[in-house]
């Protein structure tokens, strides 16, 4: 059996050694959920809900040994990682909710009565990204659960130690063996599984849109179900008229969180030509002021990057010719480091502009008015999130429709709720995630025809 060593970021120290599921393993598990769903859709929807109430107790008792994992795991701090634990808590809470009011609909027909079911699609496969494993685990695993079906979960080989946590507590809790089942392995080989199963009828992938492209061609194999969150190059788009000392005190963090490690990164901040030097001004003592240092230290607000080979894919987007702006901290040493970085590029096709950095780097540029903002945001293959500032509603309003993403927020950098739908536009992802629909999407719907003459 193949092992993996799991290295904290932040030291370059193994943390973990763990084994591989391999094929074969994957097969069983896959068998034993299908096993596990014929009685786990028939457990009443009250009982569905406790059982899930239980499980975002256990996670809220174990909260902070979650976080710490995630720390040692991931590298990140030590405030983001309670926050993400505590989101996996709410998402199941939320889920918690829904088995009793998966709700059906009566529609009036001739002769009888028509009603329509809800019904779980089965085994669900959950393939998780390194950059935030422990909610997207949740948004994926929560509302397929609430609804049904029984979930096999494969986190990424960089980060799986909060994944393997969460199924133990799910067995602490009371769910039944089997029904919540993680899957350590490579991409290639459980991912690649859960695609060809033929008894895995839904795959939820976050990742790359590279990735994202070969798990829908090989679903489309077997019509089988897929929501996929892809990458992200969105903009943080700033007017003149937008208070620009909070726009630029907030911009940082709109994008050097999780060191950039987020599809919804602002990345591309779009500022109106009539203030952009002063935003500039503003800015850069915004970008030094960010805290980079030990992710476990409680003032940390940015720590390393996930791999050596990561931090090298980053640093190639900066190229002899890059006009850099300023950068933040640079941390020497051990760790996988990179500083806080502002470039200002000079043509639209500068690859820092065109592609996912998934890094501490953001491109600032200007524009001219509304109309030049929407064409630089809307430039680009993604759509996933984005901000826009400005003090003027109508103008918020008008330009919120016309940015192409699934996920704006004015004023504010806030992209996710776990009571709002979340998901992307054009390359960003096909279906949306969380929210009050969430479940409908581990569901088939089914229309009953009773006659009545």
């Not at 932040?10 to 094929?23: H, P, S």
């Not at 979960?153 to 067995?171: D, M, S, V, W, Y």
């Not at 990742?207 to 992200?232: D, P």
């Amino acid at each position: 059996m193949t092992t993996t060593q799991v290295v904290n970021p932040a030291t370059e120290q193994v943390v973990a050694t763990l084994e591989l599921v391999g094929a074969a393993e994957t097969d069983a598990a896959i068998e034993r959920a299908q096993r596990a769903a014929v009685s786990w859709r028939e457990v009443a929807p009250g009982d569905r809900a406790r059982l899930l109430r239980r499980f975002a107790e256990a996670v809220d008792a174990n909260l902070e040994q979650l976080a710490q994992l995630e720390v040692a795991n991931a590298g990140h701090t030590i405030g983001n990682a309670r926050w993400e634990a505590g989101n996996v808590r709410d998402v199941l809470h939320f889920a918690a909710g829904i088995p009793e009011r998966l709700l059906g609909n009566q529609i009036p027909v001739a002769g009888g009565v028509d009603i329509t079911f809800h019904e779980p699609l089965g085994v669900v496969g959950v393939i998780v990204p390194w950059n935030f494993p422990m909610p997207i685990a949740a948004w994926g695993f929560g509302p397929a659960l609430a609804a049904g079906n029984t979930v096999v979960l494969k986190p990424a080989e960089l980060t799986p130690l909060t994944a393997i946590r969460l199924g133990e507590l799910a067995l602490e809790a009371g769910l039944p063996a089997d029904v919540f089942q993680v899957l350590p392995g490579k991409g290639s080989v459980v991912g690649q599984r859960f695609v060809t199963h033929p008894a895995v009828r839904k795959v939820v992938f976050t990742g790359s849109t590279e990735v994202g492209k070969q798990i829908m061609a090989g679903c489309a194999q077997q019509v089988k179900r897929v929501t996929l969150e892809l990458g992200g190059k969105s903009a943080n788009i700033v007017f003149a008229d937008a208070d620009l000392e909070r726009a630029a005190a907030t911009a940082p963090y709109g994008v050097f969180d999780n060191a950039g490690q987020d599809c919804c990164a602002r990345s591309r901040i779009l500022v109106q030509r009539s203030v952009f030097d002063r935003f500039l001004e503003l800015l850069e003592p915004a970008v030094r002021g960010v805290q980079v240092g030990d992710p476990g230290a409680e003032s940390t607000e940015m720590g390393p990057l996930i791999s050596a080979a990561h931090r090298a894919r980053v640093a190639s987007f900066i190229e002899p010719s890059t006009k850099v702006a300023f950068t933040g901290t640079q941390i020497d040493g051990p760790g996988f480091w990179y500083p806080p970085t502002v470039v200002l590029p000079d043509a639209p096709a500068d690859r820092v502009l065109t592609e996912e950095v998934f890094g501490p780097v953001v491109a600032v540029v200007p524009f001219e008015d509304e109309a030049d903002a929407l064409r630089i945001a809307n430039d680009t293959e993604y759509g996933l999130s984005g901000s826009i500032w400005t003090n003027d509603v109508g103008r918020a309003l008008r330009v919120s429709r016309g940015v192409e993403a699934g996920n704006l927020s004015v004023n504010s950098h806030s992209s996710v709720r776990y009571w709002t739908p979340f998901g992307g536009f054009k390359q960003s992802g096909l279906g949306r995630e969380l929210g009050p629909d969430a479940a409908l999407a581990f569901t088939e719907t089914k229309n009953v025809f009773i006659a009545t003459n």
